[in-house]
């Protein structure tokens, strides 16, 4: 089996690059932030306030509320995965020679996800 770095890289560097870019160039002091053009002088109290790093460091990036919105959406979308019907098809042909079943309910789940108030 070939090893392929690709969804790797797109899975945990994305979302590195994305927080990398929200924070370099930013609203608060442009793009890039001032003291990142002067590196031998980089102070990062400086740095924090220039890039608008949260006062509570990393704890600051994350909110439960939108952590629990985003587990709901997924227990209910596994819940209509389960009780609603779809037509069932196998995949592709694996590696040990077995095929995985997928269920398509797509236009059955749409709309019960849709009707949801936001």
């Known amino acids: 089996m070939r090893f392929s ?3 790797a890289a ?3 560097g994305l979302p590195v690059l ?3 870019f929200a924070f370099a160039c930013n609203d608060i ?3 890039p932030a001032p003291s990142l053009l002067r590196p031998k002088s980089l102070d990062f109290d400086v ?3 220039e890039v608008g ?3 509570d460091g990393v704890k600051g990036l994350v909110s439960w509320e939108a952590t629990g919105w985003t587990l709901a959406y997924y227990l209910f979308s596994a819940l209509l995965y389960r009780i609603l019907p779809g037509t069932e098809i196998e995949g592709t042909k694996l ?3 077995g095929r995985l079943k997928y269920k398509f309910n ?3 789940t749409a709309p019960g996800i849709s009707a949801v108030p936001c």
Do not use: R, V
């Open 10 to 12: 797109i899975s945990f």
């Open 53 to 55: 790093w949260p006062q």
């Open 47 to 49: 740095l924090k306030k």
């Open 18 to 20: 994305i927080y990398a």
């Open 95 to 97: 590696a040990n020679g």
């Open 5 to 7: 770095p690709g969804a």
């Open 29 to 31: 002091s442009g793009c």
């Open 106 to 108: 797509c236009e059955h």
